[in-house]
Nanobody
């Protein structure tokens, strides 16, 4: 059973920093793209940042220069370093990963359960 579990969310003051982690566990052959999404109350889920297995990244314009996505392939763990956070960053943050369970199996997308980030002004 594959699981993605986020951690590191919480309450932070505007201008502060927070680091989110997402650990993938279970029977995993390989992980291709991993990403962070967020969903604020009353809004649609949106892409925050994405990283492919080779390390190439892309970011939403709203977080460029403030957030950094990274991954530790040996640990199957994804990170999001959030600096200079703003009240508009308040949301539930979700990670996902495009995984192969076996070498010849289909690539499937798995999601974590989400972690709340609240930025106080």
């Amino acid at each position: 059973q594959v699981q993605l579990v986020e951690s590191g969310g919480g309450l932070v003051q505007a201008g502060g920093s927070l680091r989110l982690s997402c650990a993938a566990s279970g029977s995993i052959f390989s992980i291709n793209t991993m990403a962070w999404y967020r969903q604020a109350p009353g809004k649609q889920r949106e892409l925050v940042a994405r990283i492919i297995s080779g390390g190439r990244t892309n970011y939403a314009d709203s977080v460029k220069g403030r957030f950094t996505i990274s991954r530790d392939n040996a640990k199957n763990t994804l990170y999001l370093q959030m600096n200079n956070v703003k009240p508009e960053d308040t949301a539930v943050y979700y990670c996902n990963g495009d995984l192969l369970i076996e070498a010849r199996g289909p690539q499937l997308r798995y999601w974590g359960q989400g972690t709340q980030v609240t930025v106080a002004s």
